[in-house]
Every structure is written in structure tokens, then in C-alpha cells.
């Protein structure tokens, strides 16, 4: 157990619909990173929050957005859904000291997304 | 081409068997290296940091070549345990953690 939760852990949707994914992170963590796997492919990098801000970004389009609030924990928003979308949807948290890497990240389990 | 290429794999072994895993990356500006684990339908953990004097973590051995952006991990005495992906991992990034896994290798040890 890593102590990051996701929520909901599995969820379909329909095209052009909309969704938003939850994260509590591990206690003591300051930094929240999202990451999308598709079947059979290695997680992608969508972006992480540090101190409620975006704090840097993968190769997504802006309807992909996220927020981070004071108790560390994040949300995924993803827009528009479309059929490519459908995959697990991972958060990761670690602890970041000033301008120093992060920490190892600890993943949750994930959010399986179907978008139909 | 992909920032990070590992070996495609399947790689089916018995136990008991040594298996290496390859991984090279483009980026040379990649500031640290890892290999993940990841089980059927789970979430990734980190296995091992992966540094350029080469480090071992009992039947796991880990090497960096920075100069060929070569990765690699060398499994010994494999265990019916040890079947899962092995995830090649590189972190970018100087202002924060943002981690650039490859595909993936899957290992699958039978008895």
C-alpha cells in the first residue's frame, strides 16, 4: 500500500462527455503527478502540481486540466472525451524540497477509464 | 522515435535463469534513471535507481552508461515471483519529477 487513493477506480463515459478523476496523496507529499497508460504501453506524463500550481506539462492538449488543493490532494478534469482516452489514469505523489527533484513517486492503483 | 526503447519482449524463461533487460534514451539532458516494476492490471513501483557506477539490489543488478544513454538490468536466479514488466524509466526534468517511461519489457519465469 502506497497510501495515495483514486477515485473512482473504474468508469465509462461516452464520447464528448466529460470526467474528473480524484487523488489523495500520501501523507507528508507536496506534489501531484498525473500519467496516462494506454493497453500495452508505458505510462505517459500528463502534468504534476506543486503548491496548487501546474508545475509542468506533458504533451496533452489543454483539455486535459488538473487542480491541486491546500490539503495536497488533486483532481483530473479531461474534456471532450474521445475514444483514444480510454485508459488507466495513474497519480503518483512524492515530496518535493524547493527547487530540488521530487522524491521517489508512490502510485496509487489507477482509474480505469472506457470512453464509448 | 520514442524518448525511451526498450527490448519488445515477451522474454519466457525457466527459473533459475539470468535475464538482461536493455533500454536506451535519447534525451541526454535525462537527469536520472530508474527501472519500475509493474504487475498485471497494478500500478507501477519503483524497483531500482539505476546509477553510472552500476548498483545491485541482491538478484537485481542495475547499470548506466551515460555516454551511450544505455540502460540495463540483469535479473539472476530468476523466480516464478519476478514475471511482470519491467519498466525503463528516465526523469528529464531539473525543476521537478517528471518521469519518461519506455514500453515496457514483460518477463514471464515458469517452472
Known amino acids: 500500500e502506497t497510501g495515495v487513493t483514486q477515485s473512482p477506480t473504474h468508469l465509462i463515459k461516452t464520447r464528448g462527455q466529460q470526467v474528473t478523476l480524484r487523488c489523495s496523496s500520501q501523507?507528508?507529499?507536496?506534489?501531484v503527478s498525473w500519467y496516462q497508460q494506454a493497453l500495452g504501453q508505458g505510462p505517459q506524463f500528463i502534468f504534476q502540481y506543486y503548491r496548487e500550481e501546474e508545475n509542468g506539462r506533458g504533451n496533452f492538449p489543454p483539455r486535459f486540466s488538473g487542480l491541486q488543493f491546500p490539503n495536497y490532494s488533486s483532481e483530473l478534469n479531461v474534456n471532450a472525451l474521445e475514444l483514444d482516452d480510454s485508459a488507466l489514469y495513474l497519480c503518483?505523489?512524492?515530496?518535493?524540497?524547493?527547487?530540488?527533484?521530487?522524491?521517489?513517486?508512490?502510485f496509487g492503483e489507477g482509474s480505469r477509464l472506457t470512453v464509448l | 522515435r520514442k524518448e525511451v526503447e526498450q527490448d519488445p519482449g515477451p522474454f519466457n524463461v525457466p527459473e533459475g535463469a539470468t535475464v538482461a533487460f536493455n533500454c536506451t534514451y535519447s534525451?541526454?539532458?535525462?537527469?536520472?534513471f530508474f527501472w519500475y516494476r509493474q504487475d498485471c492490471r497494478k500500478e507501477p513501483k519503483l524497483l531500482m535507481s539505476v546509477y553510472s557506477s552500476g548498483n545491485e539490489d541482491g538478484r537485481f543488478t542495475a547499470q548506466l552508461n551515460r555516454a551511450s544513454q544505455y540502460i540495463s538490468l540483469l535479473i539472476r536466479d530468476s523466480k516464478l515471483s519476478d514475471s511482470a514488466t519491467y519498466l525503463c524509466?528516465?526523469?528529464?526534468?531539473?525543476?521537478?519529477?517528471?518521469?519518461?517511461f519506455g514500453k515496457g519489457t514483460t518477463l514471464s519465469v515458469s517452472s
Open positions: 534525451n541526454s539532458a535525462s537527469q536520472s
Open positions: 501523507s507528508g507529499h507536496n506534489t
Open positions: 503518483a505523489s512524492s515530496h518535493r524540497q524547493g527547487r530540488g527533484n521530487a522524491g521517489e513517486l508512490f
Open positions: 524509466v528516465v526523469n528529464r526534468w531539473q525543476a521537478g519529477t517528471a518521469l519518461i
